[in-house]
């Protein structure tokens, strides 16, 4: 389904629902909401009586059978959940338990600005990576406890928030990630008194994590293509203790799959964006054409040639580059044989016949 078809469902039941609430309003209610058994099959009209003066106004609302099937099916509640005003466009809440919830440089002007401990909320989209970042700004006594793999958007790594948030282990977010999260984190931690007075206002504005409180709901879950779907298409797995992003590179927060399984070897990598909003935002040129055989303008692997042997294509040696493949809210890395050429490779024919499997 696409794009428009769901907002052209999600508009005609938010109106729906408006007109209804707009004439029970105005009719006087001597009576309660009555609703019907559900009968056998499942089936549910949903009939709303009000007396009236004298008579009774019945109003059908059919359309919520419809929608009852849709919400089953993941495809109306995520975009009506993300179009809401405690919701940030991607899904993620704009507060939470009452506070509000900080993006990207309102997080690092946050933590400059801070004068204390005081604790504040910030929210990501977070990788599977073990989340180490040796490229930080100045993490006390060791400059390996920023967060790597981190973005602000899906799929795009932040060269500022993640080196400004110090992780300890014991709230690694390995066991939660890919996903979007929000943190409870401090600045002005004791630490950065042992930092060099050079360093020390950079030490005190580190975002030191203290608590993982959000880690995604349906309205980030990925549609209209799962995780599931995806693997059950490719035959792929996921979930690896040490993915391999030589095909996709790092891509916070967008699970990836790498296919054929079960492995070690693998020809590509599929990334399930939460959206194909996401995805475009994120590999425009790829989204725009649905191929490319030119490295994205985002990609961290841009000009990256591999070699060698490949147990799945026999013996010998092999040179390879990355075709790109995206539909939906789904983006696909799959190496071909340069001596073979984009075409004539069998991998890539593969991955064009299990991409079109899945929901555009």
Not at 126 to 142: H, K, R, V, Y
Not at 245 to 256: E, I, K, Y
Not at 312 to 321: A, E, Q
Not at 343 to 356: F, G, Q, S, T
Request: with cysteine.
């Amino acid at each position: 389904m696409t794009a428009s078809l769901r907002e052209r469902l999600a508009n005609a039941y938010l109106e729906e629902l408006a007109v209804a609430a707009d004439d029970l309003k105005r009719a006087p209610s001597k009576e309660d909401v009555r609703l019907p058994p559900v009968p056998p099959n499942g089936r549910r009209a949903i009939t709303i009586a009000r007396r009236v003066g004298g008579r009774t106004a019945v109003l059908q609302l059919g359309i919520l059978v419809m929608v009852a099937a849709l919400v089953s099916a993941a495809i109306l509640i995520p975009g009506a959940l993300r179009s809401g005003s405690d919701r940030f466009a991607d899904g993620i809440p704009r507060t939470w338990q009452g506070q509000p919830v900080l993006r990207g440089q309102a997080a690092l002007d946050q933590a400059k600005a801070a004068s204390d401990e005081s604790p504040f909320l910030v929210a990501f989209w977070a990788g599977e990576s073990g989340l180490i970042n040796c490229n930080a700004q100045p993490q006390f006594d060791d400059p390996c406890k920023g967060t790597s793999n981190i973005g602000d958007e899906p799929g795009i790594p932040s060269d500022s928030l993640g080196p400004a948030l110090h992780m300890e282990q014991a709230t690694n977010t390995g066991h939660v990630a890919p996903g979007p999260m929000i943190v409870r984190v401090h600045t002005h931690d004791p630490r950065a008194l042992a930092c060099t007075a050079d360093q020390r206002a950079s030490c005190q504005a580190v975002m030191v994590v203290d608590n993982i409180l959000w880690t995604g709901d349906q309205a980030t879950e990925p549609h209209p293509g799962t995780v599931s779907e995806v693997m059950a298409a490719f035959g792929g797995v996921t979930a690896l203790r040490f993915p391999n992003n030589s095909f996709l590179g790092d891509l916070p927060g967008v699970p990836q799959v790498l296919f054929p399984g079960p492995g070690p070897n693998f020809e590509g990598a599929a990334a399930v964006f939460p959206s194909p909003e996401a995805l475009a935002e994120a590999f425009p040129d790829v989204a725009a054409h649905g191929e490319s055989d030119s490295f994205p303008v985002n990609s961290i692997l841009k000009g990256l040639i591999g070699g060698g042997s490949d147990p799945n294509r026999g013996p010998g040696i092999f040179n390879f580059k990355i075709h790109w493949l995206a539909r939906g809210n789904v983006l696909i890395g799959v190496q071909y044989d340069i001596t073979l050429g984009v075409n004539a490779d069998p991998y890539v024919a593969i991955a064009r016949k299990d991409l079109i499997q899945l929901p555009n």
